[in-house]
């Protein structure tokens, strides 16, 4: 069982909107099926794919240096 099957419809689950780096720059509704697939399309059909950044708190990244 991954993290995100607790969700029915992982399609319809917004988790950020982002700007399309595609012709007219529209905004982009990221869903979890979308993080899940990697990829995200536009409505211009302009595809991009998702990463994602994880950090350390910034308490602890100030105790490391």
């Excluded at 419809?9 to 917004?14: A, C, L, Q």
């Excluded at 399309?41 to 950090?55: A, E, H, K, M, P």
């Amino acid at each position: 069982m991954g993290l995100f099957d607790i969700f029915k419809n992982s399609d319809s689950i917004v988790v950020k909107q982002g700007t399309s780096k595609g012709p007219g720059k529209p905004k982009v509704a990221i869903t979890i099926g979308d993080i899940k697939r990697g990829r995200v399309v536009d409505t211009n059909g302009y595809s991009s794919d998702i990463v994602l950044f994880l950090r350390a708190s910034k308490v602890k990244r100030e105790s490391l240096s």
